[in-house]
């Protein structure tokens, strides 16, 4: 075996052995659209200036970490007996941002990445300008008896994710805090882009990925009583 196929094959198994140890509890669970959650109660709406979207990926089969956030552009909460009913919030996606920390190769430029991540070949930001999630269901969630991203979990939270034309269901732990005047949640997960269509440069070897399949999001929503 040659030097390069050697490497190939080690860089490969390390991917695969990194992906093994991800517990799949890390992962949003993924079903088809479901009907939104009667938003019932009192509403509180998003604050966009203190809420955000964070994301992370990895290129070229895990070994470069990129990451950055998106804004939210709107949205609202529904609170009930002091538990959260439904709701919604609109991700500003033009407002996709990478942090050129992240991309840290001589011949790399953190806002090359970031108009690839807008064009055609991912979330083609020129014609799907948002990016939806509406919540579908929040159930109690025991985070002492399951393993979780999201330190503190209190909630399962479920939900209908829109990017660009393809809507899924997803369902991940949460930590959701709930006052008279404020409801902060917040939250960590892994999804599978290729669920939505984002296909580009994820076939074959993953280390020859462009962008890998699964990326992290994080969710840090604030919201005031109305």
Request: hydrophobic residues 40%.
């Given at each position: 075996m040659s030097k390069i196929k050697q490497l190939i094959f080690i860089f490969s198994a390390a991917v695969?052995?990194?992906?093994?140890?991800?517990?799949?509890s890390d992962k949003a669970a993924t079903t088809s659209e479901q009907e939104a959650a009667a938003a019932t109660g009192k509403e509180y709406l998003a604050d966009i200036?203190?809420?955000?979207?964070?994301?992370?990926?990895?290129?070229?089969?895990?070994?470069?970490?990129?990451y950055g956030t998106l804004k939210i552009?709107?949205?609202s909460i529904a609170v009930e007996n002091g538990a959260v009913t439904g709701g919604s919030f609109t991700v500003d996606v033009n407002s996709l941002?990478?942090?050129?920390?992240?991309?840290?190769?001589?011949?790399k430029k953190a806002i090359n990445l970031q108009n690839h991540l807008k064009s055609p070949d991912f979330f083609?930001?020129?014609?799907?300008?948002?990016a939806k999630f509406v919540v579908t269901g929040v159930a109690p969630y025991d985070s002492s008896k399951a393993k979780s991203l999201t330190d503190g979990a209190t909630?399962?939270?479920?939900?209908?994710?829109?990017i660009k034309d393809s809507t899924i269901n997803i369902t991940?732990?949460?930590?959701?805090?709930?006052?008279?005047?404020?409801?902060?949640?917040?939250?960590k997960f892994?999804?599978?882009r290729t669920s939505w269509g984002l296909s580009y440069g994820a076939e074959g070897n993953p280390a020859d990925w462009m962008v890998s399949k699964d990326f992290e999001l994080g969710l840090d929503v604030k919201a005031t009583a109305k």
């Open positions: 695969i052995t990194l992906t093994a140890c991800t517990s799949s200036n203190n809420s955000l979207v964070n994301w992370r990926a990895t290129h070229k089969g895990g070994f470069a970490p990129r552009a709107d949205g941002w990478v942090d050129s920390a992240s991309v840290t190769e001589k011949d083609d930001a020129a014609k799907y300008a948002t909630h399962l939270v479920s939900g209908n994710l829109t991940f732990p949460a930590k959701i805090m709930v006052s008279d005047s404020n409801v902060d949640i917040a939250a892994l999804v599978d």
